[in-house]
C-alpha cells in the first residue's frame, strides 16, 4: 500500500479520550508536520509514547496528546503507524484528522486497517473476521470462542487439512504427469486415506457450529403462551429488570419484546410475545399475528402453561401452533403455588416428565429452567479451551461443501473413476477451505466482509 490511511478507532462522541490511528509510508513523516514534542517523530524510539501537542499551520495548538510510534512489521498492519491518544469529542478529533488529510493521509474506509493486515500477511480472513466477533461479543465465552479464533485455532486445524489434501494432490500429479511410474495403485489408497481422514476433521468442525452460532449471534429464544400465564414476568426475571408491563388483565403485551441476556455465559435472544388468543381488538390481533411469525424463527420456544388453569382450547391451539412451526420447545407450567392439590402436580409431572414447574412469585424452579437453557445451547459438550469452534455461518457454509466434495472423490475412487477426476475433486475441496482462510476467496467476497466493520478497525 503506497497511500497513508488515518481515522478515529474509538466511538465518537462525548468520552474522556479518543484515539486516531494511522497507518502507512508517510505516517511519520505527516506525524511530524502537526505534532510537536520533545523530539521529532521520526527520531522517536519505536513502539514508545511521547507528549506534545497538536499545532496547526497558524501555530494554534489543537490539543495536548500522547503520541505511539510503532515502526514496521511488528504493528497491527505491518505498516509504519502511529496512534494520537487526544481529547474525545466530535471538534478535537475532527480537527485532528482535517490537518492529517491536509499533510496528505487519505480516510480510512470501514475495516481497511484490518484489512491491511490481511493484505500484508499478519493474519488471515478467518482471523479478520474475528476481530469484528470480538468487538461485538455479548458474553465472557463469546469473546473467549472470537479470541481462539483471532488467535489463529481455526486456521491451524484448517491449514493443517488444507497441507495434507495438497500433499496427496501433488502425489497424484506427479502420477499423471509421469504414467512410466505406474504409482496408481499406491496414489488411491493414499487419496482415499486423506480424504477420509480430512473428512473425519471438517466433521468435527461442523459438529461445532451449532454452539458455535449461539456463541456469535445469542439463540433465539421465544416465550409463547395464552395471556396472563406469566411471559413477561418470566422475560423480567431473566432479564433482571422491569422489561415488560406485568398485570392481572390478560392481553397486556401487544407487541413482540426482544431483550438480549447473559444465562451461563450464553447470548440468549428473548422475545416475550403478545398471548396468543382469538381477539377482536384488532391492535391485540396485530400482535398475536407477529407471535406466530416469531415462532417460526425461533431457535427454541419456552412454551407457557398455567398450572391452575390449563389443557383449554387456547393452550391446545398453542401447542398444535408450536409443534407445527418445528421448532424445540420447552413445556414450562407456571403457577404451581396456586394449585393447593399435590396430586394434580404429581399428575402433571406424569403426563409432561421433560416439563419445568415453576413459581415465579416465589422464586421456584426457575434455576432449572436456565439450566435447561444451557443444556440446549450446548449440552455442556464444549471445551472452550481444547476445541476448535466454527461460529461463522460462511464457515459452515464452505465447510460443508468442502466435505461434499470429498465425498465426492471418495466415491469416484469406489467407483473405478480415473485419477484425473479425483484430482478434479480435491482442487475443488481445496479452493472451499481456501475460500475461508482467503487464499482462493473472490475479491466481492474479501471487500464485504471488511465493509461491516467500523472506520477505526
Request: charged letters at 30%; one cysteine or more; glycine letters at 8%.
Amino acid at each position: 500500500m503506497e497511500d497513508t490511511i488515518a481515522g478515529v478507532s474509538t466511538a465518537v462522541g462525548s468520552a474522556g479520550l479518543a484515539v486516531i490511528r494511522m497507518s502507512g509510508e508517510k505516517s511519520f513523516e505527516i506525524a511530524d508536520k502537526v505534532f510537536k514534542g520533545k523530539v521529532p517523530v521520526r527520531d522517536q524510539e519505536s513502539h514508545t509514547l511521547q507528549y506534545g501537542r497538536i499545532v496547526a499551520d497558524d501555530g494554534e495548538v489543537v490539543d495536548e496528546v500522547l503520541l505511539t510510534k510503532m515502526a514496521a512489521p511488528k504493528t497491527y498492519t505491518r505498516e509504519d503507524v502511529v496512534e494520537i491518544n487526544c481529547h474525545s469529542g466530535f471538534f478535537v478529533t475532527g480537527r485532528i484528522l482535517r490537518l492529517l488529510y491536509e499533510k496528505g493521509v487519505r480516510p480510512a474506509e470501514p475495516g481497511e486497517f484490518t484489512k491491511r493486515a490481511f493484505i500484508n500477511g499478519r493474519i488471515d480472513l478467518s482471523q479478520a473476521e474475528a476481530v469484528m466477533d470480538l468487538i461485538q461479543a455479548k458474553t465472557g465465552k463469546s469473546s473467549r470462542a472470537a479470541i481462539n479464533q483471532l488467535e489463529g485455532k481455526l486456521s491451524s486445524e484448517l491449514n493443517e487439512i488444507i497441507t495434507g489434501l495438497t500433499n496427496t494432490l501433488a502425489h497424484i500429479e506427479v502420477d499423471l504427469d509421469y504414467p512410466e511410474y505406474n504409482h496408481e495403485e499406491l496414489s488411491i489408497k493414499q487419496v482415499e486415506e486423506e480424504a477420509r481422514r480430512a473428512m473425519s476433521r471438517l466433521e468435527n468442525l461442523l459438529g461445532s457450529f451449532h454452539y458455535g452460532k449461539i456463541l456469535r449471534e445469542g439463540m433465539d429464544v421465544v416465550i409463547a403462551g395464552k395471556p396472563n400465564t406469566g411471559k413477561s414476568s418470566l422475560l423480567n426475571y431473566l432479564t433482571r429488570k422491569n422489561r415488560a408491563i406485568v398485570t392481572d388483565i390478560p392481553g397486556t403485551t401487544r407487541d413482540v419484546i426482544e431483550e438480549t441476556v447473559n444465562i451461563g455465559g450464553i447470548p440468549i435472544n428473548l422475545t416475550d410475545t403478545a398471548g396468543v388468543r382469538e381477539t377482536d381488538d384488532p391492535v391485540e390481533s396485530i400482535g398475536v399475528t407477529r407471535s406466530l411469525e416469531a415462532l417460526k424463527q425461533a431457535d427454541l420456544v419456552i412454551l407457557m402453561l398455567d398450572a391452575s388453569d390449563w389443557q383449554t382450547r387456547e393452550d391446545e391451539r398453542l401447542l398444535e401452533l408450536v409443534k407445527s412451526s418445528q421448532a424445540h420447545f420447552i413445556t414450562v407450567f407456571n403457577k404451581i403455588d396456586l394449585v393447593k392439590d399435590p396430586e394434580k402436580i404429581d399428575l402433571l409431572k406424569r403426563l409432561y416428565p421433560d416439563g419445568v414447574f415453576i413459581s415465579i412469585t416465589e422464586d421456584k424452579g426457575l434455576d432449572v429452567l436456565e439450566k435447561r437453557l444451557i443444556d440446549y445451547a450446548c449440552g455442556n459438550k464444549i471445551d472452550l479451551d481444547n476445541q476448535v469452534l466454527v461460529t461463522n455461518a460462511r464457515h459452515e457454509r464452505q465447510l460443508r461443501m468442502a466435505y461434499e466434495t470429498l465425498e465426492a472423490a471418495r466415491e469416484a475412487i469406489r467407483s473405478g473413476m480415473t485419477l484425473d477426476i479425483v484430482a478434479l475433486e480435491l482442487r475443488s475441496a481445496l479452493d472451499h477451505l481456501g475460500r475461508i482462510t482467503g487464499q482462493t476467496a473472490e475479491e466481492e467476497i474479501i471487500n464485504a466482509i471488511f465493509s461491516r466493520f467500523c472506520i477505526g478497525k
